[in-house]
Each structure stands twice: as C-alpha cells, then as structure tokens.
C-alpha cells in the first residue's frame, strides 16, 4: 500500500521548463524527507535535490538557481519545477523519501533535453 507515483517528464528543449510531481500516501509523506533522483544511462544515480518534512531544501551544485523542489501537503506530494533545462538534464528521475534509513522509490520517470 504504500507507494511513489511519479507523472511529468518528457520531452523538452534546451531553455524550457518541465514539472515532475510525486505522489504518495500520508503515512509516507508526513514525516519523511522527499527528494529527487536522476540517472543517465552509463552513469550512477545522483541525488537532484532533497525537502524535509519542516520544508529545508538542498540542491546539487548542477541544478543550483535551475531547479525548485517544493511540498503540497494537502496532495502528500512532492514537485520538481525544472526551469532552463539543460540537454545534460538528460536522464530517468526518481522520486525518495526517508525517514531515517526506511526508503522508499518511485518507478522513474524520463526527462529528455534536446538541444
């Protein structure tokens, strides 16, 4: 019963903007840290940006001024505003959440970025 539901994605140019959203129940959203994965072929999963429950917000250092993560808790959702999107942007996102060391992940959703 307790899943990740991410929807968004797709295709973009170099310069435009794309959302992600991640749905989930609100035993899993309550109190856990939802972040953001990716992972481009060839290449290993790194962390994109992170929100704890009391809303403090981490990026990487690639998606700095770019991305914006953000909560809704009326929804138990966590969105991804992907803004001036890069074709090294390129790569499946995966929606997180933690609670101490009990994790959960999404499917993966596919973000391409032509240039």
């Known amino acids: 019963q307790e899943q990740l539901l991410e929807t968004g994605g797709g295709f973009a140019q170099a310069g435009e903007s794309l959302r992600l959203s991640c749905s989930t129940s609100?035993?899993?959203?309550?109190?856990?840290?939802m972040g953001w994965f990716r992972q481009a072929p060839g290449k290993r999963r790194e962390l994109v940006a992170t929100i704890t429950s009391g809303g403090i917000r981490s990026y990487s250092n690639s998606v700095q001024g770019r991305f914006t993560i953000s909560r809704d808790a009326a929804k138990n959702t966590v969105s991804l505003q992907m803004d001036n999107l890069k074709p090294e942007d390129t790569a499946v996102y995966l929606c997180n959440s933690r609670e101490h060391f009990l994790q959960y992940w999404g499917q993966g959703i596919q973000v391409t970025v032509s240039s």
């Open positions: 609100a035993r899993i959203f309550r109190d856990s840290t």
